[in-house]
């Protein structure tokens, strides 16, 4: 289980990476909000990024599919729950950011889904 929890770690720190290199910034990271958490949370250019990271082993997959409508669920609960502690007009996006390792001693693909859902 800890090597799990390694590699999901490893791939959100990829992914804050990818996040200050495009100019966002992180206001928070695996934040808590009661039981649900946010993965990572950023803004820029006026738009808070409540952002899922899925990092996966060389597969064929689509990352918006990882994200179940329960995970959707939780992530809006915790939004709220951001927003109440600090509030904020700015509009939100949901995006998912998929870390892909196709083999060993490769970098990783990168995959930004913006907005993966609709609120």
Known sequence: MARHNDFGKW???VAANYLLEHDFEILARNWRHEHKEIDIIAQKDGKLYFVEVKTR???EWN???AVTPKKRAL???AMMGWKLQH???MPVSFPV???VVDA???PPQIRWHDNAWEI
């Open 11 to 13: 791939g959100e720190d």
């Open 57 to 59: 082993h060389g597969e």
């Open 63 to 65: 990352a918006e599919e």
């Open 75 to 77: 992530m809006w609960s």
């Open 87 to 89: 509030p904020s007009s």
């Open 97 to 99: 950011i998929a870390v």
């Open 104 to 106: 060993p001693d490769t």
